[in-house]
């Protein structure tokens, strides 16, 4: 293919999106997309302290998955003495990542409480 019937699919296919959407009737506003995809009407702080939950959750997960993984690298290592070190440091590395999540979970907690009769 040529550079010019690669141009002409390009904006062909661009057209058949963009045009369908200046067409329609009703303009869109923040709030109908924000509808739409279920942001709700939350408020700012409790929107943040779901999304900072989901987030540390996940990095928990993480966390106690490399603990598990270094775990299996430790059994399956047959003795190298390379494989073990190995093992153990990613199971150590886990280990702190784990307590830093928790510490910030703790933190995150702490701060919501106490900014919890704070008034905008």
Do not use: C, H, R
Not at 16 to 26: E, G
Not at 58 to 86: D, H, N, P, Q, R
């Amino acid at each position: 293919m040529n550079k010019l019937s690669k141009l002409t699919i390009g904006l062909a296919l661009s057209a058949a999106v963009i045009f369908p959407l200046m067409a329609s009737a009703t303009p869109y506003s923040i709030e109908d997309v924000g509808s739409q995809v279920g942001l709700g009407t939350a408020d700012l702080k409790g929107t943040v302290l779901n999304v900072i939950s989901w987030v540390l959750g996940i990095l928990a997960l993480v966390a106690v998955v490399m603990i598990i993984y270094g775990g299996f690298t430790w059994m399956t290592a047959a003795g190298s003495e390379e494989k073990i070190e190995s093992a153990k440091k990613i199971i150590g590395s886990a280990v702190v990542g784990l307590i830093v999540v928790l510490l910030a979970w703790a933190i995150v907690i702490f701060v919501a409480g106490t900014a919890k009769n704070v008034t905008a």
